[in-house]
């Protein structure tokens, strides 16, 4: 993905000075900062407070975070309070769980002067996978905008939620990868881009955008059943913060009513996630935990003052009671097809498991 014309991945690693750079997602879109996680607490923060987020994004600097809190102990007492101190950050998106699981078995056979050195291989290929995976998402879901294409020169007008794009993962994106693959492939490409409220992703997602150059336009979330039904919506893809093994889909808040009225105005409905956001030990989408955020987010709004300076503005007095649940779950049978990195399949038990006959056994 393109930043300034660059390409440019949202993670810096440095082994050698054992932390990452990161891009602090709360100050876009109007600024673009990176900030230097060099401790376990900071890539704890980071998961936390959304500095970085996205399913993917989530698991790859959980991971790094655990190779950063292992420099100077790598014990087995250590190993279990990084691993705890981060899984405990957020609870929907089973990438950070799939990541730090999958750290922990590399390391836990190893002796403790190992560790340190393989939790930094292991991080590096989590985040190589990730982009290697994307990117093979972006190529099976252009194979599906061809088909929605019916004329030559008509611009296929897609729509999306929150953000599943680079800033979301390492680089390219879920959801957005099939709309960069189809943009640099020549296809005309229009973005419809719900703003999702209340943390307003949207605008993440606007942001990246416009870096890489894809035409789009943003909406508020409740505009967009009307310009669906009057037929300016030929899809609809998002992003997954955890499918169920029967298909069921949990993603940011709201996905779920543009799956109804994509239902109700015979739109398809895609979801384009990695192997990594598959939980195949969650039978289906009543056992995902949806994860409840603080009120604020709701209560203050973010952005600039007349003199350009970021900050917050009370929309909602404080002791006003709201919930704040943040994610949702879309049943199997709304989605039309889960993209994967291994291809296109119906979003239920068979279809998941044709993809991965090895998960079969469970
Ligand atoms: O709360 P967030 O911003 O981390 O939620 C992100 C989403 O819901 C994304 O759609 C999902 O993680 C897929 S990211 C490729």
Redesign the pocket.
């Known amino acids: 993905m393109n930043i300034d014309g660059m390409p440019t991945r949202t993670v810096r690693a440095h082994p050698a000075q054992n932390c990452i750079d990161i891009i602090d997602?709360t100050r876009l879109p109007h600024a673009l900062h990176w900030v230097r996680v060099a401790t376990l607490e900071e890539a704890a923060y980071a998961i936390r407070t959304?500095q970085v987020?996205?399913?993917?994004?989530?698991g790859a600097t959980a991971a790094y975070g655990l190779a950063i809190a292992l420099e100077f102990e790598a014990t087995d007492a250590r190993l279990d309070e990084a691993l705890a101190c981060l899984g405990e950050t957020?609870p929907?998106?089973v990438?950070l769980h799939w990541a730090l699981a999958r750290m922990a078995q590399v390391l836990r056979p190893l002796p403790p002067s190992e560790r340190f050195a393989a939790a930094w291989r292991e991080a590096e290929a989590i985040a190589e996978e990730d982009v290697a995976q994307?990117a093979a998402i972006g190529r099976h879901g252009l194979a599906l905008w061809k088909d929605l294409i019916v004329a030559d020169g008509q611009t296929l007008n897609v729509m999306t939620?929150?953000?599943?794009?680079w800033l979301?993962?390492v680089d390219w994106?879920?959801?957005?990868s099939p709309i960069y693959a189809a943009h640099d492939a020549g296809v005309p490409i229009h973005v419809w881009v719900s703003e999702?409220r209340p943390?307003n992703?949207g605008l993440?997602t606007a942001w990246e955008l416009e870096q890489h150059g894809v035409p789009h336009t943003l909406i508020a979330d409740n505009a967009a059943g009307l310009l669906m039904r009057q037929g300016k919506v030929d899809a609809v893809i998002?992003?997954?913060?955890r499918i169920a093994a029967n298909g069921d889909v949990?993603?940011?808040v709201g996905?779920y009513l543009k799956a109804l009225a994509c239902a109700d105005n015979g739109i398809p409905f895609y979801v384009?996630?990695?192997r990594s956001?598959l939980d195949f030990a969650c039978p289906d989408g009543a056992d995902i935990p949806i994860?409840e955020?603080d009120g604020d987010e709701f209560r203050l709004v973010h952005g600039l003052d007349q003199h350009a300076q970021p900050g917050a503005l009370r929309q909602l007095p404080a002791g006003m009671d709201v919930a704040n649940p943040?994610?949702d779950v879309t049943p199997g049978w709304l989605v039309k097809a889960i993209i994967t990195e291994r291809g296109v399949c119906p979003a239920s038990r068979d279809g998941l498991l044709a993809l991965y006959p090895e998960e079969a056994h469970g």
């Open positions: 997602q959304m987020r996205g399913a993917p994004l989530i957020r929907t998106a990438n994307n939620h929150c953000n599943a794009g979301a993962t994106g879920t959801a957005l999702t943390r992703q993440l998002v992003g997954a913060d949990a993603n940011k996905t384009a996630a990695p956001t994860e955020r943040a994610f």
